[in-house]
């Protein structure tokens, strides 16, 4: 340990991590940030978000190029599928991007230490490179961002070849004749989708009664009804309760949730995707005091502090959705605390996003919380089949939903299904952070002939009545 101490450490790489860094750099504080990984932005840029985005959009081009193309008057051959350029252009995407991080760190004067990080004390972080040498960085406070990883399940051993986490659904070296997902939330279905439009047989078994869990049900069972419609298999209320190779091949045993008799499911690769849960290993917590919760979450209070004065921490370690832009939004926050500014994350307007397609959305409350709550609130629901651009492009599936408080019209949750709805969801989230109505949304001229049309008319249903419904 030399030399002056840096002002702040970020243990951590991913969106959550670097984008602390690079503020709190921005805002004049002298920063280290250590990762484990040679690229830098954590599970989301490397093992997550961009490359299965990667994948969904090379298969959902492919899937037009088989099926959907004619419809528009455009006759081509059958396609073949090359894998292994599919890969190369997934891995071209993560290089790039993580390159450009660290183009981002170099800009801002961020060091970037590589390694394995050690919080040994509220004021030195030691660090074992791959090398395996050790280097201390002193500082003056330590920032935990180190993520999460994939749930396991204890009777099903991921081995990343055969059976594999959201990690290897990745990187298949071939198209699975047959998958088996286990979960069917958000990453079981967005992977499970990926390798359908390949060419594999996919089925979805899910403990619960219901495809992604947390969001709105009527969002739900429109999806149940779709994504069945393109070929997805689906086993509700069952478990898998183990996966056994019988002659050189997979067989998954699995049985109702409430009891009953079990059925065998042949497969030649199996997704384990339960979820994700928080990463602190070899940090060091429990030596420095800091207990996590029954779920492995560490606790922190409305200053990301823990209770170790000095150490704080952010994103999906922390607990909330584990989401990549939820942890930047904290880890900007973090970074204003510590220049001596205010930083402020507002939980109720987190959008989140299935890409599914047709893609789902969905900012604030659902109608079952609201509901359960007691909260009286009106809903303005408008289909994209009545959406002239919706029309243009043969993407009518779906609808937006916007509830509106009863009394007041405030805006209180958005729920979408269908064409580019990652997209249209922030302008209601935007609403919602300024306390729009519904009224104030169906007033506002939107663009003619675009799918945000379908937003306003949502607004118009809520407050009002819509004009082309």
């Excluded at 670097?18 to 250590?34: P, T």
């Excluded at 180190?146 to 204890?154: D, F, I, N, Q, Y």
Aim: charged share 25%.
């Amino acid at each position: 340990m030399s030399g002056e101490p840096f002002d702040l450490v970020v243990v951590g790489g991913g969106p959550g991590g670097y984008v602390c860094a690079i503020r709190a750099a921005q805002l004049g504080l002298r920063v280290a940030c250590v990762d484990r990984r040679e690229g830098l932005g954590g599970t989301c840029l490397n093992v997550g978000c961009i490359p299965s985005k990667a994948l969904l959009h090379a298969s959902h081009l492919f899937e037009q190029a088989r099926h959907g193309l004619a419809r528009f008057g455009v006759r081509v051959g059958e396609p073949v599928l090359d894998l292994e350029a599919t890969m190369a252009y997934k891995r071209k995407v993560v290089e790039d991007l993580t390159r450009g991080i660290a183009f981002l760190f170099r800009k801002n004067g961020v060091t970037h230490v590589r390694g394995e990080g050690r919080i040994a004390a509220p004021d030195r972080v030691e660090v074992t490179t791959p090398e395996g040498e050790t280097r201390t960085l002193a500082t003056r406070r330590v920032v935990i961002a180190t993520g999460s990883v994939p749930a396991t399940l204890p009777d099903i051993p991921v081995d990343e070849k055969s059976i594999v986490s959201s990690t290897g659904a990745l990187d298949f070296p071939r198209v699975p004749e047959r998958l088996l997902v286990v979960g069917a939330g958000y990453i079981g279905l967005e992977l499970g989708t990926v390798w359908r439009r390949f060419g594999a047989r996919v089925t979805v078994v899910e403990y619960l009664d219901r495809i992604l869990p947390g969001l709105d049900g009527e969002v739900a069972r429109l999806m149940h009804r779709l994504l069945g419609r393109q070929g997805l298999e689906f086993l509700l209320g069952h478990r898998v309760r183990a996966v056994e190779t019988r002659d050189g091949a997979l067989e998954a045993v699995v049985a109702p949730r409430d009891g009953g008799a079990e059925r065998r499911i042949a497969c030649d690769a199996v997704l384990v995707a339960v979820g994700r849960r928080p990463y602190t290993e070899g940090l060091g917590l429990a030596a420095l005091g800091i207990e996590t919760d029954a779920r492995g979450f560490v606790p922190v209070d409305g200053h990301f502090r823990t209770r170790v004065p000095g150490i704080l921490a952010i994103g999906d370690v922390i607990g909330g959705p584990m989401l990549a832009h939820k942890a930047e939004e904290e880890g900007m926050a973090v970074a204003e605390f510590l220049a001596g500014g205010h930083g402020h994350v507002d939980y109720d307007v987190i959008p989140a996003v299935v890409f599914t397609r047709p893609e789902v959305a969905s900012v604030g409350r659902t109608e079952e919380a609201l509901r359960e709550a007691g909260i009286p609130y009106r809903v303005g629901r408008f289909p994209f089949s009545a959406n002239s651009r919706a029309r243009t492009t043969l993407e009518t599936e779906g609808f937006v939903k916007i509830l509106a408080e009863e009394g007041t019209d405030r805006v209180l949750g958005c729920h979408m299904v269908g064409p580019e709805v990652g997209v249209l969801i922030q302008e209601v989230a935007t609403a919602m952070a300024f306390g729009a109505t519904s009224e104030d949304i169906a007033r506002i001229c939107h663009p003619h002939p675009t799918l945000e049309e379908a937003v306003r008319e949502a607004a118009l249903a809520a407050w009002s009545k819509p004009i082309h419904v």
